[in-house]
């Protein structure tokens, strides 16, 4: 039987980036929202990837403005992720960008 389990991840995005999730061993995960906020009133960029477990990266978005006092899902649907999987987030600054992700875990 499957377990499934249920987890919000929030962090404040840091220009230098930051590995905010990866998938645990014995479990595939489904990203199910990954919402910015930008907490300023300028616009500031984004850079949200996809770090597999053999070092390559997959960029999904590459510098995108979040303009400000407003939010953006950082992707357009859901998104798999196998074991040992990660997502990787970096800001264009160190001050203006929040992050809550959604994520389901699944047994494997």
């Known amino acids: 039987m499957a377990v499934n389990v249920f987890r919000n991840i929030a962090?404040?995005?840091?220009?230098?980036?930051?590995?905010?999730?990866?998938?645990?061993?014995?479990?595939?995960?489904?990203?199910?929202?990954?919402?910015?906020?930008?907490?300023t009133s300028g616009t500031v960029a984004v850079s949200l990837g996809l770090l597999d477990v053999d070092s390559s990266f997959t960029s999904l978005l590459t510098d995108f403005d979040v303009p400000g006092n407003d939010a953006v899902n950082g992707l357009v649907g859901k998104l798999v992720l196998q074991t040992?999987?990660?997502?990787?987030?970096?800001?264009?600054?160190?001050?203006?960008?929040?992050?809550?992700?959604?994520?389901?875990?699944?047994?494997?």
């Open 11 to 39: 962090v404040d995005i840091t220009a230098g980036g930051l590995n905010i999730y990866t998938a645990p061993a014995g479990y595939s995960a489904i990203v199910l929202a990954a919402q910015i906020s930008n907490t």
């Open 84 to 108: 040992g999987q990660s997502l990787f987030v970096s800001a264009g600054d160190d001050t203006s960008l929040k992050l809550v992700l959604s994520v389901l875990e699944s047994q494997n």
